[in-house]
């Protein structure tokens, strides 16, 4: 890697400890069900990646007074992304939206990305990141307006085998360090060809740093994923199922992704 880069990145670690030593909410439900593998646009390319996922049996109370009943809700939000350099990509997911059978259609708010990547990560065997995300959020969807996530993203790519870890921290701005909380997500992936991949993905919410949950009050859903790279159009689908009273029993999510514009490109 190229010594700057190196530096931006170990800078950037440093800067992150300090914007989430305070700590966060977990949440009931998302608008992105996705773990990041480090890729990101290449320099000059607009990117949209269109989030949605529906929720047919989970939690029938919110998770605070006043939030959305997570069961029959649909949650969603398109993702801009633009690439900075070969090592930054700047996203803005807006709207955030919902539907949920206690509201009806919602807005919920939007979010400001920042993903710090070695460069070129998919053609390394092992590959890290860092992506922050700044949110603002309607008090139906979060029980405070500001929130943010730092998510480190660590992985291998072993051909046809890929292995990534997001251990993720969510912060609320209230409490200090150990009240972070820490929500993990996992995906083993097997590349059946360059346009094909089934993959298993966890995603958990275990409760802050000061003191995880009880194992019965965590979030644990596993996942049955698949992935279709295509000339125009990326698509990923998938079905998850809750494996702790506190998850949602059945989720279900499709992601659309395609450049909308590349330099590269006549």
């Not at 949650?75 to 509201?103: C, H, M, Q």
């Not at 929500?183 to 993905?201: D, F, G, I, Q």
């Not at 689908?237 to 989720?251: F, I, K, P």
């Amino acid at each position: 890697m190229k010594p700057f880069v190196q530096i931006d990145l170990f800078a950037l670690a440093a800067i992150a400890a300090a914007l989430v030593a305070v700590p966060a909410v977990a949440l009931a439900q998302t608008d992105e069900i996705q773990v990041y593998d480090g890729s990101i646009a290449e320099p000059g390319v607009f990117n949209l990646t269109w989030h949605n996922n529906f929720t047919p049996i989970g939690q029938k109370t919110p998770a605070f007074p006043g939030g959305l009943i997570p069961d029959h809700s649909f949650n969603g939000v398109t993702e801009w992304a633009y690439g900075v350099t070969d090592w930054f990509e700047a996203g803005l997911y807006l709207p955030l939206y919902s539907i949920a059978k206690d509201r009806g259609p919602a807005i919920n708010g939007g979010k400001i990305r920042l993903l710090f990547t070695a460069p070129h990560a998919a053609d390394h065997t092992f590959f890290y990141a860092v992506n922050f995300e700044f949110s603002y959020n309607a008090l139906h969807w979060e029980p405070r307006h500001f929130t943010s996530e730092i998510r480190p993203i660590v992985g291998l790519h072993l051909h046809p085998v890929d292995i990534i870890v997001n251990p993720i921290l969510d912060n609320s701005y209230v409490g200090g360090f150990k009240s972070l909380d820490f929500a993990p997500a996992t995906r083993v992936a097997y590349n059946l060809s360059p346009k094909w991949a089934l993959a298993v993905e966890e995603y958990a919410d275990v409760g802050p740093l000061r003191q995880f949950y009880a194992t019965s009050q965590q979030s644990h859903e596993v996942w049955g994923v698949v992935d279709h790279h295509g000339k125009s159009l990326d698509i990923e689908t998938g079905v998850g199922v809750g494996v702790t009273g506190a998850s949602d029993r059945l989720t279900l999510k499709l992601m659309l992704a395609r450049d909308l514009y590349s330099p590269h490109k006549d």
